[in-house]
């Protein structure tokens, strides 16, 4: 088993950047695909970016390409989500999730920890 604790939200204006981290527990944690989903007031909670277990692979929504970089670093139990050029559309609640698989996945029924979840505000 493995918990996860999410930080780095904030508050931010549109244009700027925010690194999330998503700190995990247990010596397992290289066995593990990881993820970062959001949830916006009202909406269902979509896939943000994940990332294989060797980092060999990294899969993004289309709304993120080329602007987030999800990335971790397994001798300190940590995925991070580097977000530039931040819109106010960016605004949610960010939850970082654990797979006990090695294939990355975009649904959220395919993931077995979650985080906690960190606000980021995006003002216009």
């Known amino acids: 088993q493995v918990q996860l604790v999410d930080s780095g939200g904030g508050l931010v204006q549109a244009g700027g950047s925010l690194r999330l981290s998503c700190a995990a527990s247990?010596?397992?944690?290289?066995?593990?695909?990881m993820g970062w989903f959001r949830q916006a007031p009202g909406k269902e909670r979509e896939f943000v970016a994940a990332?294989?277990?060797?980092?060999?692979?990294?899969y993004y929504a289309d709304s993120v390409k080329g602007r987030f970089t999800i990335s971790r670093d397994n001798a300190k139990n940590t995925v991070y989500l580097q977000m530039n050029s931040l819109k106010p559309d960016d605004t949610a609640v960010y939850y970082c999730?654990?797979?006990?698989?090695?294939?990355?996945?975009?649904?959220?029924?395919?993931?077995?920890?979650w985080g906690q979840g960190t606000q980021v505000t995006v003002s216009s």
């Open positions: 999730a654990a797979k006990r698989t090695a294939t990355i996945g975009v649904y959220t029924t395919g993931y077995d920890y």
């Open positions: 247990g010596r397992t944690f290289s066995t593990y695909a």
């Open positions: 990332i294989s277990r060797t980092v060999s692979s990294t």
